[in-house]
């Protein structure tokens, strides 16, 4: 019999340039705020499930999950540090989520830490390629952005879409997101590009063609945590508790594996489905979206596999603004992985972050109205970690 | 059933001009590069085949900026090839960057072939590294 599941507090630190901190202090700072939210002590919390993907690479450290649970006084509780590329916080939270609603534990905390951004270019972009076939692709140098730009040029194709045209369609994924961000004082470009036009999109520089600077997301250090506990555990401590009414998810291998479907993300597909069913709706229910925009294209890719729109049609409705904060779904409201920001191993418990504020409507930015229910997708590996969760109000 | 080619194995075959597969013998599917399983049905029946060596570019892009050990040789082109026996490999375009980026390569025939680059720290094989390249038919 499983219980449900619900969330109590959130918090995340400001996304951007974290040089003076290590990734358990990230961590740390993240967690206070969602442990202040809470209403619980420190007592009730019962296990850590910790998000990284390349402290070995940015930061020399790897074993991570006692340090961050010592850290914040979490004496000799089992902690342990998930790994999904892009997604593992989201991997994390979903473990963490099965094991209080299996009745393992009553209140756990969920997070995850990353510094890409201080790490440098080089080997920010080294350390996101271990996500890719290690030997096979890396062989011939595919990068991150590269993966999507060849996603790219194969979506232009197979749709029949101009590849200047389809530019021009992911761009305005780049303006919204971006808008969005500009107002979201977490995010790492607060206070910037909320105005960008097509041409600034399409002139920036070029870093894996047919992806501009403005088509990726940025290299980010940040932190994020979620507090998680059975139902009336919740309901005892906070007003509104966000319940977890869903969760999906699925693997893939190497992009050259999937050939052509890779633009179908076909797990991402699966585990959309596996969340619906165990949730009870259908995509139509879904208030407002917060989902792994990596680079432009990848936001189109996303929700056509998770259901919102048919395959090779998402480029067209954002173009219609049918994904703005005013159209029939809002996407990325807190600005995306794109104007956020993406310190990886902590950006699916923000996308959480972002759905509970929104949910509570305590948001700071372009708030939802009057949103019941929210979804989150993040993305790890070339289509290879996908993760889905749906959460709601009463 | 014969045995699963290494990548070391499959590379070191590459250098000498030959593609070297895996044929399903439930499924007939063909699998390159080598994996432990058919990539269409999962069979483990699998026969080591010498490929064609040709196919057809399904999509590519040109890379700027290159990850860390890899700086010196940007900007270079990076394609998916669908192989003629069905199968998608990636590997490199043997095309001026520029070429590729004004030219709509996509559908263009090419023949595969491999060239030794610099391992890095962080590369499986710490000897070297033997990239694939496509050469793209007049």
């Known amino acids: 019999m499983r219980r449900r599941v619900a969330i109590l507090g959130v918090g995340m630190t400001k996304f951007g340039r974290h040089s003076d901190k290590s990734l358990v202090d990230l961590f740390a700072e993240a967690f206070w705020e969602a442990f202040k939210e809470s209403n619980i002590e420190l007592k009730d919390i019962q296990a850590v499930y910790y998000g990284n993907f390349v402290g070995e690479m940015t930061d020399g450290a790897a074993n991570l999950s006692g340090f961050i649970a010592d850290e914040v006084g979490l004496k000799n509780v089992p902690a342990i540090r998930y790994e999904g590329a892009c997604a593992s916080s989201s991997v994390a939270f979903r473990e963490a989520v099965r094991a209080v609603a299996a009745g393992y534990y009553d209140c756990a905390v969920v997070g995850g830490s990353e510094k890409l951004l201080t790490a440098g270019t080089g080997i920010g972009t080294r350390a996101l390629a271990t996500a890719v076939d290690s030997v096979y692709e890396m062989a011939a140098g595919l990068t991150f952005p590269g993966v999507f730009a060849l996603a790219a040029r194969l979506y232009a194709k197979e749709y029949g879409i101009p590849l200047e045209r389809l530019r021009e369609m992911m761009a305005h994924v780049s303006i919204k997101n971006h808008k969005y961000a500009a107002v979201n004082p977490k995010a790492q470009f607060y206070g910037k590009y909320g105005d960008l036009k097509v041409e600034d999109v399409l002139n920036s520089r070029m870093i894996c063609s047919p992806l501009t600077l403005l088509d990726c997301c940025p290299m980010t250090d940040g932190g994020s945590a979620v507090i998680i506990a059975e139902e009336k555990f919740a309901k005892d401590r906070v007003d509104t508790p966000v319940y977890v009414l869903g969760t999906g998810q699925a693997s893939g291998g190497a992009l050259f594996r999937q050939g052509k479907d890779m633009i179908k993300a076909i797990p991402r597909r699966k585990a959309a489905e596996m969340a619906f069913r165990e949730a009870g709706i259908q995509p139509k229910d879904v208030d407002f979206v917060e989902l792994h925009d990596c680079f432009t294209i990848a936001e189109i890719i996303a929700l056509e596999a998770m259901g919102f729109f048919k395959y090779g049609e998402a480029g067209y409705a954002t173009l219609e603004g049918r994904t703005s904060i005013d159209g029939e779904l809002p996407v990325n409201p807190d600005g995306g992985l794109i104007g956020k920001g993406h310190p990886v191993g902590a950006t699916g418990t923000s996308q959480i972050y972002s759905a509970v504020k929104q949910l509570r409507g305590q948001f700071h930015g372009y708030q939802v109205k009057n949103a019941r229910i929210a979804m989150t997708d993040t993305l790890g590996g070339d289509f290879g970690t996908l993760v889905e969760i749906i959460l709601g109000v009463e | ?138």
Not at chain 2, 46 to 61: A, D, N, P
Not at chain 2, 124 to 132: F, G, N
């Open chain 2, 1 to 138: 059933m014969s045995s699963i080619p290494t990548f070391v194995e499959f590379f070191n075959n590459l250098k000498e001009g030959k593609l070297l597969g895996l044929k399903c013998g439930d499924c007939g599917a063909i699998t390159c590069p080598p994996k432990n399983s058919c990539n269409e049905c999962g069979s483990r029946s699998l026969e080591r085949v010498f490929l064609s060596g040709k196919g057809t570019i399904k999509t590519y892009t040109i890379t700027y900026v290159a990850p860390a050990g890899y700086e010196k040789e940007a900007p270079y082109a990076v394609a998916l090839v669908e192989l003629e026996e069905g199968p998608w490999i990636v590997g490199r375009l043997d095309v001026d960057p520029k070429v590729a980026e004004e030219k709509d390569l996509i559908g263009k025939r090419v023949s595969i072939f491999a060239k030794e680059l610099p391992t890095e720290p962080f590369y499986p094989d710490k000897a070297r590294r033997i990239v694939p390249y496509f050469k793209i038919e007049e």
